[in-house]
């Protein structure tokens, strides 16, 4: 049997003490992840409350872009300001059945609700 070293030309394996892999709170792709504030910030400032007193939920730039372009600060403030409400909302279930299935490399264009193929 040839000895062969296989393992040479593999990547190495990721470090362990990395910091953990991040994924988006939408569509579950490990991408580059952005604060998400459910309640708009210029919507918690109307009552009153400060950025870091919002919540917020960690986003891929895609589907933030995406909840921006398609809901008016007040609809995100009043209406979709949890995550169950977002993942029950059927154009967001689209967006997000579609964004999934994107590599998380691909920077995604989502302009609006008809931007993206069904
Ligand atoms: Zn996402």
Same mark, same amino acid.
């Given at each position: 049997?040839? =000895?062969? +070293?296989?393992?040479?030309?593999?990547?190495?394996?990721? &470090? &362990? +003490? &990395?910091?953990?892999? %991040?994924?988006? *709170?939408?569509?579950? =792709?490990? /991408?580059?992840?952005?604060? $998400? $504030?459910?309640?708009?910030?210029?919507?918690? @400032? =109307?009552?009153?409350?400060?950025?870091?007193?919002?919540?917020?939920?960690?986003?891929? *730039? *895609?589907?933030?872009?995406?909840? $921006?372009?398609? #809901?008016?600060? +007040? &609809?995100? /403030?009043?209406?979709? $300001?949890?995550?169950?409400?977002? =993942?029950?909302?059927?154009?967001?279930?689209? #967006?997000? %059945?579609?964004?999934? @299935?994107?590599?998380?490399? @691909?920077?995604?264009?989502?302009?609006?609700?008809?931007? #993206?193929?069904?």
């Amino acid at each position: 049997m040839a =000895r062969k +070293n296989a393992y040479s030309t593999w990547p190495d394996a990721p &470090e &362990e +003490n &990395e910091a953990p892999a %991040k994924a988006c *709170a939408l569509c579950g =792709r490990e /991408a580059e992840l952005v604060q $998400h $504030h459910l309640v708009p910030i210029l919507a918690g @400032k =109307r009552k009153g409350l400060k950025p870091q007193d919002l919540p917020t939920v960690e986003l891929c *730039a *895609a589907c933030q872009q995406y909840l $921006h372009s398609t #809901f008016s600060i +007040n &609809e995100l /403030a009043t209406q979709y $300001h949890t995550l169950e409400a977002l =993942r029950a909302d059927e154009q967001v279930a689209r #967006f997000v %059945k579609w964004v999934s @299935k994107q590599p998380a490399s @691909k920077a995604v264009k989502a302009k609006g609700r008809e931007e #993206f193929p069904r």
